[in-house]
């Protein structure tokens, strides 16, 4: 099913994960369902492999 990215963005925000929903790049209806992961910090692969686990567990939570 199709998530809101904008809503997942409120919620990733919250938990300090950082992503762009896709409508922010285009001006059609198109992308609302897409996301652009932002690594714009350390990179540490533990705190990238959580945070990637929470966004898919924010996923989750959107689809039920």
């Not at 409508?23 to 609302?32: C, G, R, V």
């Not at 369902?33 to 939570?61: D, F, H, Q, T």
């Amino acid at each position: 099913s199709n998530i809101d990215s904008i809503k997942l963005q409120e919620l990733a925000f919250e938990k300090n994960i950082s992503i762009n929903p896709g409508p922010i790049f285009t001006s059609t209806k198109h992308f609302n369902s897409y996301i652009r992961l932002s690594c714009a910090c350390k990179w540490i692969p533990r705190n990238i492999e959580m945070a990637v686990k929470e966004l898919g567990n924010l996923c989750n939570k959107l689809t039920h």
